[in-house]
Structure formats: C-alpha cells, structure tokens
C-alpha cells in the first residue's frame, strides 16, 4: 500500500471498535478496509455501500451475478484484487467450480455467450459502456436491458454494481493496495452492521 495505515493490532478507540465489525476469519481486515484507516469515516461510507449493493436483502439480480458483474468490472479495469476476491465469492456462491471456471474464462476471453444467458450477456454489456465510455452511456442502453426482460429496479441493482467495482477499482488501484495477508472472499463479515456506528 502506497499510503500509510493502522494495521489491527495498533488500532484503538472507535477504529480498534470499527476494525472488530468489518474483520473477517480469525481477526484479518481485508488491505482495502485498512486503507481507509487513517479516515474510518470512510471506511464505514465504503462498507456501507458494498453492502447495499451486493448483500441487501431486498436486491432481486441473483447475488452470484451481481459478483460476476463485479469480476467483469474488475477485469476491464485490470483490478487483480477485487477480481481475486470476488471471484472466491462468486465461486463459493455458484457451488460448482466446473461451471465457475466456464464463467472466469467467458469473463476473461470476452466470448460471453459461452457462461450467460441473451438476458445477463446485456447487463455485462451494459457494463463495459459504463466502465470504459460513462459519458456514452445513453437511454438506448437501458432500453436495451428492458427488452432482454431486467425491470427498472434490476437495471438500478446492475447500475449499483457496476458503479460501485469502478469506485473500488479505482481506490485499490489508486493507493497501490494489495492482496497480501487478505483471505479471498472472506472478509469483511457479510453480517457486519455499521448503520449504528458513528465516527465522532
């Protein structure tokens, strides 16, 4: 990491509180919530989010695709970390690492109709125009995902995912954040609640 941090067992007060909350198996933080270390106030608006759009209990899209959404951004911006981590989530997810590894390599070689359906194929093309050319992105391309059968509130979840992986993305990639000492797709803890923690 290119920046300084407060590693877990140097935190105190309100960060040593907030580091307990977002730590995964056996007390590890993953390096992209250390990174926020020196201003947790945006540790908790970065947590916060991640869980809304990938865990909230009232989003729709099925969560191993909203993961795939996410390894897709992440491929296209050449995010090693997030794409490392989310894919051991979309793996775990899916349950059948045959039909994982079709999905990585369709993600990977951009031949995407050997993983996903007419229907997904238009969300990750969505993707690519709002990750490489945001300022193209027109109504013509959520009609397009209209008429491959996404409601408006799916195409709003897709949005969010997408809009989010480029905010991580860029955050990883811009302070040199790495995946040593993290565990893949294990932390921060999903169960994790910061709606009540308040940076003073």
């Known amino acids: 990491m290119w920046i300084e941090h407060v590693p877990y067992e140097e935190a105190s007060g309100e960060l040593k509180e907030l580091y307990g909350r977002v730590s ?4 590890n933080v993953d390096n992209i ?3 926020h270390s ?3 106030h945006t540790m908790v608006g970065h947590l916060t989010l991640y869980k809304a759009v990938l865990h909230h209990p009232g989003n729709t899209v099925p969560r191993w695709f909203l993961e795939a959404l996410g390894v897709y951004v992440s491929l296209l911006n050449g995010c090693r970390y997030c794409l490392e981590h989310h894919f051991t989530g979309l793996r775990r997810l899916l349950g059948d690492e045959e039909r994982a590894a079709a999905v990585r390599a369709a993600l990977e070689k951009g031949d995407l109709s050997r993983a996903f359906t007419h229907k997904e194929r238009a969300a990750l093309d969505y993707a690519v125009v709002l990750t490489r050319s945001p300022s193209e992105v027109s109504q013509a391309d959520v009609e397009r995902l209209r008429r491959a059968g996404w409601e408006d509130g799916e195409i709003l979840e897709i949005n969010q995912v997408v809009a989010y992986f480029n905010y991580a993305n860029r955050t990883v990639l811009g302070l040199g954040v ?3 000492g993290d565990v893949l797709g294990l932390s921060p803890q999903e169960s994790a609640d910061l709606t009540d923690w308040r940076h003073r």
Do not use: D, K, S
Not at 24 to 27: A, D, K, Q, T, V
């Open 24 to 27: 995964g198996p056996g007390g």
């Open 178 to 180: 790495g995946l040593a």
């Open 33 to 35: 919530m250390l990174a």
């Open 38 to 40: 020196l201003r947790p």
